[in-house]
């Protein structure tokens, strides 16, 4: 349905609930070679404002880091494609997409749960972290990437539990070799 790449990685699409009660779209890549370290810690990857799950930079870090041998979820959230146009995409309501995905990676197994956020997305992952209590204990780990927001960059380098967080500037990304 939707392609292989050469290293024989096969997306399956999946669903899931937000803790508010809405249904969303996801993308599992898993890895080819399942039952190592690397493929028990999950990615999960969440778009841009007005992205998708299954475009752009989510769907290519999703075969990447499968190719890498980590297990991938891209998920759509509220702020998909036109949701903050029409008015469902409030970002302070997108974290209930965010716990409903992370219980998608639990019912499955996960332990460790990696969110790596584009854009808004990168928000979103800091605001789950500083409402959730103990994350390194229960084994999560933030990645967020806000591209080209210096001060942004700033004002979240000064909150709580920053230190847990890796914070880039998109030129970071694209410079490096």
Do not use: C
Request: cysteine-free; proline content about 4%; aromatic content about 10%.
């Amino acid at each position: 349905m939707f392609g292989r790449d050469e290293h024989g990685i096969e997306p399956e699409l999946d669903t899931f609930h937000s803790s508010d009660g809405h249904t969303w779209d996801a993308l599992w890549m898993e890895p080819k070679h399942r039952g190592t370290a690397k493929a028990n810690t999950i990615f999960l990857i969440v778009h841009g404002l007005l992205g998708n799950y299954l475009s752009g930079v989510p769907r290519r870090a999703a075969f990447e880091l499968a190719r890498a041998g980590y297990t991938a979820l891209s998920v759509n959230t509220r702020l998909a494609n036109y949701g903050v146009v029409y008015g469902g995409g409030l970002l302070h309501q997108a974290t209930h997409d965010l716990d409903g995905a992370f219980e998608l990676a639990r019912s499955r197994g996960f332990q460790k749960i990696v969110l790596l956020g584009y854009g808004i997305p990168a928000i979103l992952a800091i605001v789950l972290a500083l409402r959730t209590r103990g994350l390194r204990p229960m084994g999560y780990r933030v990645i967020a990437f806000l591209d080209n927001e210096p001060g942004n960059l700033a004002a979240i380098a000064k909150g709580t539990n920053a230190d847990e967080i890796l914070l880039l500037h998109a030129d970071t990304i694209f410079l490096s070799p």
